[in-house]
């Protein structure tokens, strides 16, 4: 497999004003300005194939803007190296620009008081696609992402989920290798969440362009990526499938018991957590390492009269708090 | 490619439909321009009163330059408050992923509103000034030349807001380097009385000038039907050029100091 994006010990720092309270402080800042440095990202490396998706995750303040607009060209890295499809993207940032597509969730490419119609018509043109080529395929996103309907309502008419699909209709138009996606989800509904993660599959399956997905939603992480690297402070904590991160690095499955009468006090097993006790209902964690999840439902069932018992893998949020709390370590780094 | 596939005028001509929402504002706002024309022609009349000719220029020519430089003036839309806003919010960074740069995209956007903007400036103006003080005083040609003149000042006025803009990547607020471009362009520009009112010496210093290419120089030559259309022409070819490499150096220069956290 041909990879597309590679950096090694990416780092970069942001550089701000101290401003402190007070008239005082103030006119000591003009005279002395004192600077407090940041480091967003620090000896980041990432490796990424055609084709793949991959999600860059983690709260708030980790890195993964930062990151995906140094992938993009967007801000230059105090030191590293980056490649992305063979190019360096601040000093060929224009044949670049051809290759990749970008949809930042907070930053909007569409214009406001005119149909998306027009902005896809408009980036046909700089991108330099032929007029019958730039028709076909605004055709054919228009299908894709379900927006034909509102092809001719302006921008500022649109619902959020509708005005995200056009965004991301907007960044393949000119057929990108890779899509950069920037918090895509950012205050959607569930509904509307589950289609644009619908689509983002279907484009990648049918048309293979690789996707590089930032996100602190599990959702978007459980749904789309296939690989997943956690950062936290600018930094590598995980990297691995998304299936290694939800089945294996984890190694717990979650059970549920609804009780046909008052439920009893359970009997303490080794590996067994109760996360929550009820009356008539009762939630435990099984650490798979130190007992199977059958012999639990065993001796549950065995103990007292159960109406209803459901066994489900830890939600891949609680492992990724967990994974920045520091309680889990492991993973392909 | 083909002139209809060509990125600049496909901005421009989204910038005449955004301008479309904008559109019935900008004439109630504008109508203004004919308290300002009706104010200043009664007052050239005054000065008018006891002489034909004033440099050159009657009391008809007087009023109607007014009417081509305020047009300008009254016609663009501001472009330095959104590059200023936008090198704050970070806006110009997403620009980067782009394969035209933001200057262009911006200021094609610019002209294209001030294309629209320029029509309706220009008929107001010209009723006003053709009940104040008459009828056009020149011929299609110098209607010809005011009209190209009118729009290399709109590119010219483009990039000193792109240059004023785009200092907002060193200062908190580029505010008051606007209101001393403004008052330039006012003063020593020639935007309420032609430059040739001033002591020879000075006006030929102030005539080279690029804030003379904004006002002064499509005034002038249109009402002095063509006259001098290639030098005033020149000099805003001259201007577009400097300006642009200036823009470039001062943007190139910019983007690296780019600081855009979060998402």
Known sequence: ?333 | MSLSRSPSLALMGLGIRNQWAYLKTFILRNLFLIVILYVFASLWKKVYADRFEIAGFDLCRMVWYLVVTEAVIFGKSELWPTVQREVKDGTVAYGLVRPLPYPRIVMMRFLGEGALRLLPVIILGSLTARLTAGGFPSGVAGMASGLLLSAGALVLMAQMEMLVGLAAFVMEDVTPLYWILQKIIFIFGGLYFPLDLYPARFAAVLKVLPFAHVAHWPGTVTVMNGALFLRAAGGQVFWGVVLGLIILTVYRGSIRRIEVQGG
């Open chain 1, 1 to 333: 497999m041909e990879t597309v994006i590679r950096t090694a010990g990416l780092q970069k720092s942001f550089r701000s004003r101290v401003k402190n309270p007070g008239l005082k402080a103030s006119v000591r800042t003009l005279l002395r300005p004192q600077w407090k440095e940041t480091e967003a990202v620090s000896n980041l490396g990432l490796e990424v194939e055609r084709g793949d998706m991959l999600a860059l995750i983690g709260p708030n303040g980790a890195g993964k803007s930062t990151t995906i607009k140094m992938l993009t060209g967007i801000l230059y890295p105090d030191s590293g190296e980056i490649d992305v499809l063979g190019l360096n993207p601040h000093t060929d940032r224009k044949r670049l620009a051809y290759k990749i597509g970008t949809v930042f969730g907070q930053k909007s490419q569409l214009w406001f008081h005119l149909p998306p119609a027009d902005t896809f018509n408009l980036l046909g043109t700089i991108y330099g696609i032929p007029r019958r080529e730039a028709e076909k395929r605004i055709a054919y996103l228009s299908e894709a992402f379900e927006i034909t309907d509102f092809m001719d309502v302006p921008t500022r008419k649109l619902s959020l989920g509708q005005r995200i699909r056009c965004e991301i209709a907007a960044g393949l138009i000119h057929e990108p290798e890779i899509l950069f996606l920037d918090e895509p989800s950012i205050g959607l509904d569930v509904v509307a969440k589950k289609r644009l993660r619908e689509l983002i599959r279907r484009i990648n399956e049918d048309s293979g362009v690789t996707v590089f997905l930032t996100s602190h939603d599990a959702g978007d992480i459980e749904s789309l990526g296939r690989r997943a690297v956690v950062i936290d402070e600018g930094r590598t904590v995980w990297e691995g499938t998304v299936k290694d991160l939800k089945y294996s690095l984890l190694n717990t499955r979650i059970i549920d018991v609804k009780f046909a009468e008052p439920g009893p006090c359970v009997p303490a097993m080794e590996g067994v957590t109760v996360l929550k006790e009820r009356e008539w209902s009762l939630k435990l964690e099984v650490n798979l390492d130190s007992i199977d999840t059958a012999s639990v439902i065993n001796t549950i069932t065995g103990s007292h009269p159960v109406a209803d018992i459901t066994v489900a893998a830890t939600p891949l949020e609680d492992i990724i708090a967990r994974i920045y709390n520091g309680e889990l370590k492991g993973g392909a780094l």
